[in-house]
């Protein structure tokens, strides 16, 4: 009764090996299954739909799909639920649950008798967290991501979650729109299934996910209601089943040069600050670290090629139409590693050698024609961010790049929320908004880090200022924003150490973001420094205790590989 592959692998433990296989196929014949099919290897297929997920909409639809294509190359397909994590309805922060979703994840996929499995996932945390789980599991696995969704309309002006959500809220705090004409909008900026319709980090990651070779190619940016999307759904079934031919594991594909492939792709994309903690935490998974001085190297080697908001004028459907990732690389092919696989077993030279049919230079710039010499993000060093922080130039305001001001000091989220808006704030356009305490250990990092503008400043005309936090920022957000501040100020890092009226300086041009206050001042302002009180019990306790900072990823330290793990705090 030996069986190795399928329903018979990874047998439940009774102490008899053969009664746990004629139990397990029993329990699995009151399903309906012949012996025929349960002779077949097995596809699992990782779903996440929920109630709480509108990105998730379609998901039925897609396990359909990629049951078709299952079936169709000869295996079975089994479909199981793991944890959904809708990005707006998640409190404090979707980002708390990603590792939580990522352990979830890897263990269904180690616990349950599969041969691959295909991972279908689309919100912002849902992406990085399957990638994370299935490298550590390391099953031969695809990405299916849900795709974008697709464009709204109002007075004539095509709408997209989520950056046209904040472009009119901004209005609308401005004293531009009335209240009624707001409300209006909300009903006209996310019409569709799917995720955000701009580069936003949902986006970004699916565009990582092909890049790096876990999805099929031109499968990120197929809209969510597209037809395509579930051709794209049968075909990632059919090959999750050529996988277990082939044994190509994630350990063969996400790799050094695939991961710095994924930077570059990110670079020219104008993508998601979101996505280097993300693709920093999947790519550890496998031990790879890129090191910040490298990321640099990359942004300044890269240009912006992708005109899409919120950096830009497009949309993803308008991507998609425009030829997609495959173009993209086309363009970066000079500055890529082309030896790395995929899941088909290719190499990227191979599937770049392909001919293309169109390419809509609108929204794909040539290589030798950029929106912008440079990448758009870089990292940032100095005195305020010793280990460092992250900063999106392609969405910034250039006239800021050099700037110094005067530090205006929010303690907390609360702190924030509660003065921000007061109209007997001392503040003026040219100061620096900072957010203190608001990182992975103080409030599980939420996109906090796009600091609105003061009410009296917006209602004067002003839409940009210099804001700095250890918090995060939508990757649908815009502006000069300093982020991922590490070590974070419930640490005990400098962020800690800025009181009202100090000088702080930022240049773009040298990377550097300094506190003007001398080290032995910032020494005493931190020496009665103490950490923020740890949860008592759950999912909390165990996140404050095991999360890491932004340049690890913000990913649990014991899930990390042994050389990866940083050093006890």
């Known amino acids: 009764m030996t069986q190795k592959q399928g329903i018979g692998r990874g047998l439940t433990n009774y102490g008899d090996a053969d009664f746990a296989r004629y139990l397990r196929r029993s329990f699995a014949r009151s399903m309906g299954l012949s012996r025929e099919m349960l002779d077949k290897p097995i596809v ?64 269904m996929i180690r616990a349950q008798p599969m041969d691959a499995v295909v991972l279908i996932g689309g919100c912002d945390k849902t992406v990085p967290a399957q990638l994370m789980g299935a490298v550590s599991a390391n099953l031969p696995a695809i990405q299916l991501v849900t795709g974008p969704m697709s464009t709204g309309r109002h007075r004539g002006e095509r709408l997209g979650a989520c950056t046209d959500c904040r472009r009119f809220w901004g209005k609308y705090r401005g004293g531009e729109i009335s209240r009624e004409e707001i409300d209006t909008i909300e009903g006209r900026l996310s019409v569709t299934s799917g995720t955000c319709a701009v580069m936003g980090t949902a986006s970004t990651m699916a565009c990582i996910a092909e890049t790096l070779g876990m999805s099929l190619p031109g499968t990120a940016t197929i809209p969510a209601v597209h037809a395509d999307r579930l051709v794209a759904a049968e075909a990632s079934g059919a090959a999750a089943v050529a996988l277990i031919k082939s044994r190509i594991a994630p350990d063969q594909i996400v790799t050094q040069k695939s991961v710095e492939n994924a930077f570059r792709v990110l670079m020219a994309l104008g993508g998601s600050t979101n996505a280097i903690i993300h693709l920093t935490a999947v790519a550890g998974r496998a031990g790879v670290r890129t090191p910040m001085q490298r990321l640099n190297e990359i942004s300044d080697e ?42 088909e077993g290719r190499t990227l030279s191979e599937r770049l050698d392909e001919p293309m049919d169109w390419v809509d230079r609108r929204y794909i710039r040539a290589l030798e024609d950029p929106i912008s010499p440079v990448g758009g993000l870089i990292a940032l ?56 305490n608001a990182g992975p250990h103080a409030a599980t990092m939420p996109e906090a880090g796009y600091l609105p503008i003061p009410r009296k400043l917006a209602q004067q005309g002003v839409k940009d200022m210099l804001r700095i936090s250890d918090a995060r920022m939508s990757g649908t957000a815009f502006g000069t924003i300093v982020l991922h501040v590490a070590p974070e100020a419930a640490l005990g890092g400098p962020l800690a150490a800025v009181r009202n009226g100090d000088r702080i300086r930022l240049s773009v041009s040298r990377k550097t973001i300094e506190l003007l206050v001398d080290d032995a001042e910032i020494a005493r302002r931190l020496a009665d420094h103490r950490p923020p009180v740890e949860p008592e019990r759950g999912y909390a306790a165990l996140y404050r205790r095991a999360v890491t900072q932004a340049p690890e990823g913000c990913d649990f330290d014991f899930l990390m590989p042994p050389p990866m793990r940083p050093a006890v705090r």
């Open 44 to 107: 699992g297929i990782a779903t996440t739909p929920s109630g709480f997920n509108n990105c998730h909409r379609s998901m039925d639809e897609l396990v359909e799909a990629v049951s078709r294509g299952v079936l169709a190359a000869g295996a079975l397909p089994r479909a199981f639920p793991t944890i959904s994590l809708g990005e707006v309805f998640l409190n404090p922060t979707s980002m708390m649950f990603r590792n939580l979703m990522a352990m979830d994840t890897e263990e």
């Open 381 to 436: 060093h100095g005195n305020l961010a010793p280990d460092g922080a992250i900063f999106k130039r392609a969405a910034a305001t250039e006239a800021l790049f050099e700037t110094e001001g005067r530090a205006i000091v929010f303690t907390s989220l609360e702190d924030l929320a509660n003065r921000i808006d007061d109209p007997d704030l001392d503040v003026t356009a040219s100061d620096v908004l900072v957010l203190q």
């Open 302 to 343: 890269t240009p912006v090629l992708v005109d899409l908001k919120p950096v830009g004028e497009g949309y993803m459907e308008d991507l998609h139409a425009a030829g997609g990732i495959p173009a993209v690389l086309r363009e970066l092919r000079p500055l890529l590693h082309l030896d790395v696989i995929d899941i």
